[in-house]
């Protein structure tokens, strides 16, 4: 889950802002496609199960989708400006719980405990 602050707009994977009311019916589409670069490799680590493999591969996600965001200049030129903060977050579905990424320690936070 990628937030991006930009009232009363919203960043889409293909360069325009639209409304939120828009931004919330838009599926990721091209988003999916750019979490693995090229001649990367993606495997279950021979010490994580399925489930710890699973969870690191979506945070990753997160991370990369904050990277692609940065891609598109109006968003790194908003970002730098102050205009816009992008903020990232994982929703724990077996638990239930909600992680904030951190951009200072990298690591994602229980909201409940960031707050």
Same mark, same amino acid.
């Given at each position: 889950?990628?937030?991006? @602050? /930009? $009232? ?5 994977d =293909?360069?325009q802002?639209h409304?939120h009311?828009?931004?919330r019916?838009?599926?990721?589409g091209?988003w999916? +496609?750019? *979490?693995?670069k090229?001649g990367?490799v993606?495997? +279950?680590?021979? @010490? &994580?199960?399925?489930? +710890?493999?699973? $969870?690191r591969? &979506?945070?990753?996600?997160v991370?990369?989708?904050?990277? =692609? %965001?940065?891609t *598109?200049?109006?968003? +790194?030129?908003?970002?730098d /400006?102050g205009q816009?903060?992008?903020?990232g977050?994982?929703?724990g579905?077996? $638990?239930g /719980?909600l992680?904030? %990424?951190?951009?200072? /320690?990298?690591?994602?936070? =229980?909201?409940?405990d960031?707050?």
């Amino acid at each position: 889950m990628v937030h991006v @602050h /930009s $009232e009363p707009q919203h960043v889409h994977d =293909n360069g325009q802002i639209h409304d939120h009311a828009a931004a919330r019916a838009h599926s990721g589409g091209k988003w999916m +496609q750019m *979490f693995i670069k090229p001649g990367e490799v993606v495997e +279950q680590r021979d @010490h &994580e199960s399925m489930a +710890q493999f699973v $969870e690191r591969i &979506e945070k990753a996600a997160v991370f990369r989708s904050l990277e =692609n %965001l940065m891609t *598109f200049p109006f968003v +790194q030129k908003a970002v730098d /400006s102050g205009q816009m903060q992008t903020h990232g977050a994982y929703f724990g579905v077996a $638990e239930g /719980s909600l992680f904030v %990424l951190d951009k200072a /320690s990298k690591e994602f936070k =229980n909201a409940r405990d960031a707050a």
